[in-house]
């Protein structure tokens, strides 16, 4: 079965932030992201692999495995 798309609200919800913080990351920290129309759309997968990364690490702190 294909993942379901998330509206923003939903990956809100999912990673515990404000809808704020989702559009202040798509434009600022590269949040993987698919723009349908007006909408923006997210896979569950990319976005915690993302996280994971460390890209959503405030600016100045260091990411996992960094030195």
């Given at each position: 079965m294909a993942e379901p798309w998330l509206s923003a609200k939903e990956i809100a919800a999912h990673l515990g932030i404000t809808k704020d913080t989702v559009y202040?990351?798509?434009a600022g920290k590269a949040m993987p992201a698919h723009r349908v129309g007006r909408l923006?759309?997210?896979q569950t997968s990319e976005v915690?692999?993302?996280?994971?990364?460390?890209?959503?690490?405030?600016?100045?702190?260091?990411?996992?495995?960094?030195s």
């Open positions: 202040d990351w798509i923006w759309k997210f915690d692999e993302w996280v994971r990364s460390g890209e959503a690490a405030p600016e100045g702190e260091q990411k996992c495995g960094d």
